[in-house]
């Protein structure tokens, strides 16, 4: 969704207000770009006067402290960036993403707006309780989201700990997004050893590592072990082993999860599920969802001299973590949660790359 505008926001309380009333109507809706420097007839942009703020950093400063101040809830994931003009001056694009903690508020006239085709509106009590009932709902559509995408896959994982993890635009939960995956733009698997097999789904295109039958004589033909689901209505699903045995000492067998491997691929998977998705016009904020299975019995290996006692939960599936951008340090909760699992607090100073 666009929003265009001739002038930037004055300071008088009436600009303040409609700037808000812009922002967070494109929040409680589906996301979208307010530019400023625009001229428009009907909403189509007809002409390019730009706009010449005095100083660019203050106006930016400015405005980001009118929408953290003045939004409520404060709206999540605005950025702002500058487009110059090669006759002069430029067009401020403010980027605002659909929100997962709305609806938002504007403070200055205690309003709640909306978004359709003709441009915002102010929300009725009707639509104020659906937006809130949406928001009280969003996280249990997201746990079903990834609950269903875990039996998509006509494959199964090798017996042992497993880890299923979704990447899931907030917008895509609102709202049905549909793109056209293909085994060439589809998401990889976790560490795919030799070539990938693909397969087309009602739910999209899976990509795969078949078993080798040379290490894995007594398994079905239906075993893999990892998979990734890029689904057609725009998100993300991976599934993967995530264990073994290993003899630690002569004649002692443990069975172990080893952490740094674990944490690389679920940072890893994360950022690359992501790319995919803003390769395929989507963007955040996510919701990243990991459930494990199969943990009962299972160590965790942080290093040959420092073990986890074996864990005593089979299953869980870690609260969604809802985020605007995707890295090592965001999904820092889910890598908590996970050592939790095994009895363990994990150093809240330790990298994933260095696995340390």
Same mark, same amino acid.
């Given at each position: 969704?666009?929003?265009?505008?001739?002038?930037?926001?004055?300071?008088?309380?009436?600009?303040?207000?409609?700037?808000?009333?812009?922002?967070?109507?494109?929040?409680?809706?589906?996301?979208?770009?307010?530019?400023?420097?625009?001229?428009?007839?009907?909403?189509?942009?007809?002409?390019?006067?730009?706009?010449?703020?005095?100083?660019?950093?203050?106006?930016?400063?400015?405005?980001?402290?009118?929408?953290?101040?003045?939004?409520?809830?404060?709206?999540?994931?605005?950025?702002?960036?500058?487009?110059?003009?090669?006759?002069?001056?430029?067009?401020?694009?403010?980027?605002?993403?659909?929100?997962?903690?709305?609806?938002?508020?504007?403070?200055?006239?205690?309003?709640?707006?909306?978004?359709?085709?003709?441009?915002?509106?102010?929300?009725?009590?009707?639509?104020?309780?659906?937006?809130?009932?949406?928001?009280?709902?969003?996280?249990?559509?997201?746990?079903?989201?990834?609950?269903?995408?875990?039996?998509?896959?006509?494959?199964?994982?090798?017996?042992?700990?497993?880890?299923?993890?979704?990447?899931?635009?907030?917008?895509?939960?609102?709202?049905?997004?549909?793109?056209?995956?293909?085994?060439?733009?589809?998401?990889?698997?976790?560490?795919?050893?030799?070539?990938?097999?693909?397969?087309?789904?009602?739910?999209?295109?899976?990509?795969?590592?078949?078993?080798?039958?040379?290490?894995?004589?007594?398994?079905?033909?239906?075993?893999?072990?990892?998979?990734?689901?890029?689904?057609?209505?725009?998100?993300?699903?991976?599934?993967?082993?995530?264990?073994?045995?290993?003899?630690?000492?002569?004649?002692?067998?443990?069975? +172990?999860?080893?952490?740094? /491997?674990?944490?690389?691929? #679920?940072? @890893? %998977?994360? !950022?690359?599920?992501?790319? &995919?998705?803003?390769?395929?016009?989507?963007?955040?904020?996510?919701?990243?969802?990991?459930?494990?299975?199969?943990?009962?019995?299972?160590?965790?290996?942080?290093?040959?001299?420092?073990?986890?006692?074996?864990?005593?939960?089979?299953?869980?599936?870690?609260?969604?973590?809802?985020?605007?951008?995707?890295?090592?340090?965001? +999904?820092?909760?889910?890598? /908590?949660?996970?050592?939790? #699992?095994? @009895? %363990?607090? !994990?150093?809240?100073?330790? &990298?994933?790359?260095?696995?340390?």
């Amino acid at each position: 969704m666009l929003e265009f505008k001739r002038q930037l926001p004055g300071d008088g309380r009436e600009d303040k207000a409609e700037f808000l009333a812009d922002a967070t109507s494109l929040a409680n809706g589906q996301g979208g770009e307010l530019i400023f420097g625009i001229e428009d007839k009907d909403g189509v942009a007809v002409s390019m006067p730009g706009v010449q703020p005095t100083n660019l950093d203050q106006t930016i400063l400015r405005l980001e402290n009118l929408l953290r101040t003045s939004a409520d809830p404060r709206v999540v994931g605005a950025k702002f960036h500058w487009v110059p003009f090669a006759e002069g001056g430029g067009a401020l694009i403010l980027r605002v993403p659909a929100s997962f903690s709305g609806p938002h508020r504007n403070a200055l006239n205690d309003r709640f707006y909306g978004r359709n085709s003709r441009g915002k509106y102010p929300m009725d009590t009707h639509e104020l309780r659906i937006a809130f009932t949406a928001a009280e709902g969003l996280s249990d559509r997201i746990r079903v989201l990834h609950d269903r995408a875990q039996g998509a896959s006509p494959f199964r994982l090798f017996p042992g700990p497993q880890a299923f993890l979704s990447v899931i635009p907030v917008a895509a939960v609102r709202d049905v997004r549909d793109i056209a995956p293909t085994p060439e733009n589809a998401l990889a698997p976790v560490r795919p050893a030799g070539a990938m097999r693909s397969l087309h789904t009602l739910e999209g295109v899976v990509l795969h590592t078949p078993p080798d039958p040379n290490l894995f004589p007594h398994y079905p033909a239906d075993f893999v072990r990892t998979f990734a689901l890029t689904h057609r209505r725009g998100h993300m699903h991976v599934g993967w082993s995530i264990g073994g045995e290993r003899e630690l000492s002569k004649g002692q067998i443990s069975k +172990l999860v080893h952490a740094v /491997s674990l944490e690389q691929d #679920l940072v @890893g %998977m994360s !950022r690359s599920a992501e790319a &995919k998705l803003r390769d395929a016009d989507l963007a955040g904020p996510w919701a990243v969802v990991v459930s494990y299975q199969g943990l009962e019995g299972y160590e965790l290996l942080v290093t040959n001299e420092d073990y986890s006692q074996p864990a005593w939960r089979d299953s869980a599936e870690l609260s969604p973590l809802l985020i605007d951008h995707i890295n090592e340090v965001t +999904l820092a909760p889910l890598l /908590s949660d996970t050592w939790l #699992l095994f @009895g %363990m607090v !994990r150093p809240p100073d330790r &990298k994933v790359a260095e696995g340390r």
